[in-house]
């Protein structure tokens, strides 16, 4: 890896991805027989099922991938999806509903205003699920249900491994709960399982190319502005 001037551990996060992503899949996803299994949601799998909402809740890199997460729930299992910074979540009065889900995710599993919006979300008696990193952690050890992403140590605190391994933990968890609501039909879900084995794969192709996109990136860091001239243009 080129260092320049660009922090190591930022570029060790990046290079992370694909081995962060493989773990992930460990022993959940079985492309040869179009299976993804995430056993710590078996308990709370008829509730999901039942779920009118998901509501994600995270702070940082975990909220952006909470963003993702929500089209990928509305898109793959049909249920309405809105999400939630937890420093905003644990003060105010937010309405929880019987059949609402509370999805917490955290890369530690101890940050203060993730763990607050658990709290309150638990008094109100709702459902709530955890997506950390660090086994045994708070929010593993008082959330109902969860996964693990096995991204590793974070070094940097611009995760994105983190965030890669949480996107693929909600990928797997949308792709399961629409194919058990028969939103998502046996052939896009054998296709969808095939093509997310491949991600890894992709990601280091793109990696390879390291050192062009670092002399593209020298070349032009000091423009101020750029003009598209497409097909047709002039």
């Not at 308990?43 to 963003?67: D, F, N, Y």
């Not at 309405?95 to 917490?104: H, K, Q, W």
């Not at 995760?159 to 039909?185: E, H, N, P, W, Y």
């Not at 084995?197 to 062009?212: A, D, F, G, R, S």
């Amino acid at each position: 890896i080129e260092k320049g001037n660009f922090p190591h551990f930022m570029l060790k996060e990046i290079f992370d991805q694909p081995r962060a992503i493989q773990d992930t899949f460990r022993g959940r996803l079985f492309p040869d027989t179009g299976v993804i299994h995430l056993g710590g949601l078996h308990q709370v799998m008829p509730l999901l099922e039942k779920a009118e909402r998901i509501i994600l809740v995270g702070c940082g890199t975990s909220w952006h991938a909470a963003l993702v997460g929500g089209y990928l729930f509305e898109e793959f299992s049909g249920i309405g999806a809105s999400v939630e910074y937890g420093s905003e979540f644990r003060y105010r009065k937010a309405i929880l509903r019987p059949r609402d889900i509370v999805i917490a995710i955290s890369q530690s599993g101890e940050t203060a205003d993730t763990l607050a919006a658990v709290r309150k979300a638990q008094e109100a008696g709702a459902v709530v699920l955890g997506i950390c990193n660090v086994v045994g952690s708070s929010i593993a050890r008082i959330t109902q249900a969860g996964v693990y992403t096995h991204a590793g140590p974070e070094i940097g605190v611009a995760s994105t491994k983190a965030f890669s391994a949480q996107i693929t933990i909600l990928t797997m968890m949308a792709m399961i709960l629409g194919r058990k609501r028969k939103v998502l039909d046996e052939n896009h879900f054998s296709r969808f399982v095939h093509a997310l084995q491949q991600i890894p794969e992709k990601i280091e192709e793109i990696l390879q190319l390291n050192e062009t996109i670092r002399n593209l990136a020298a070349m032009y860091a000091g423009t101020n502005n750029f003009i598209y001239l497409g097909r047709g243009y002039s």
